[in-house]
């Protein structure tokens, strides 16, 4: 089965940017979300792609902010994080959306996701 790994994390400072990489082991068709998971806090959903970049869907908390796109010739989602904040520090993971639903809150539902990355690290500091 498909495999995703993560990649681009690290340390910055508030305000900085980061981009963070989510390649495919294989060609995919399905929608690429981003969840987070922060020390002590549930994973939460950051954003979502879908394959023809038909519908892009933010949390509100990074609308603004997060930007998701792929290239889709090099099997590769990415998550573009601008102005960076200290709450934004958690475990990035990429998922490939393998259940139905098109509704929006499909999208946004972690239980959509069947295939998981190992997550990358994000730490912000002020």
């Known amino acids: 089965q498909v495999q995703l790994v993560e990649s681009g994390g690290g340390s910055v400072l508030s305000g900085d940017s980061l981009r963070l990489s989510c390649t495919a082991s294989e060609r995919t068709f399905g929608t690429i979300g981003w969840f987070r998971q922060a020390p002590g806090k549930a994973r939460e959903f950051v954003g979502a792609?879908?394959?023809?970049?038909?519908?892009?869907y933010y949390a509100d908390s990074v609308k603004g902010r997060f930007i998701i796109s792929r290239d889709n010739t090099k099997n590769t989602a990415y998550l573009q994080m601008n102005s960076l904040k200290v709450d934004d520090t958690a475990l990035y993971y990429c998922?490939?959306?393998?259940?139905?639903?098109?509704?929006?809150?499909?999208?946004?539902?972690?239980?959509?996701?069947?295939?998981w990355g190992q997550g990358t690290q994000v730490t912000v500091s002020s």
């Open positions: 998922a490939l959306k393998t259940k139905d639903g098109t509704a929006e809150r499909d999208y946004r539902d972690a239980r959509s996701y069947g295939i």
């Open positions: 792609f879908t394959w023809i970049g038909t519908g892009q």
